[in-house]
């Protein structure tokens, strides 16, 4: 019944900027922790940001330290994932995830549902 939908990824140079958003439907998104996480061909899945339910903390992988910036607005259910000084190496599908569980954690197997992915490349 959890429905994430990514949009917003695509193909940009090396420096530029993009945002991802997540539309969610079909639960109580302020109760969820929402998080992004990257595959990059022949890689496993990593987490890249997240934001808890309650206090909105947010969390970053070093390597997006200060580049990256998520967000969430539980009046649209929604979640942003904004990339700055984007490099060749954040290149990969990112997915959006939600994890209905209390406490915070960078784990794939924490999460229960998961969007479809949206494709970023970043050209050098």
């Known amino acids: 019944q959890v429905h994430l939908v990514e949009s917003g990824g695509g193909l940009v140079q090396a420096g530029g900027s993009l945002r991802l958003s997540c539309a969610a439907s079909?639960?109580?998104?302020?109760?969820?922790?929402m998080a992004w996480f990257r595959q990059a061909p022949g890689k496993e899945r990593e987490f890249v940001a997240g934001?808890?339910?309650?206090?909105?903390?947010?969390y970053y992988t070093d390597s997006v330290k200060g580049r990256v910036t998520i967000s969430r607005d539980n009046a649209k259910n929604t979640v942003s994932l904004q990339m700055n000084s984007l490099k060749p190496e954040d290149t990969a599908v990112y997915y959006c995830?939600?994890?209905?569980?209390?406490?915070?954690?960078?784990?794939?197997?924490?999460?229960?549902?998961w969007g479809q992915g949206t494709q970023v490349t970043v050209s050098s």
């Open positions: 079909g639960h109580t998104f302020s109760n969820y922790a």
């Open positions: 995830a939600a994890d209905g569980g209390l406490g915070f954690s960078n784990s794939t197997r924490r999460y229960q549902h």
């Open positions: 934001i808890t339910q309650f206090s909105g903390r947010t």
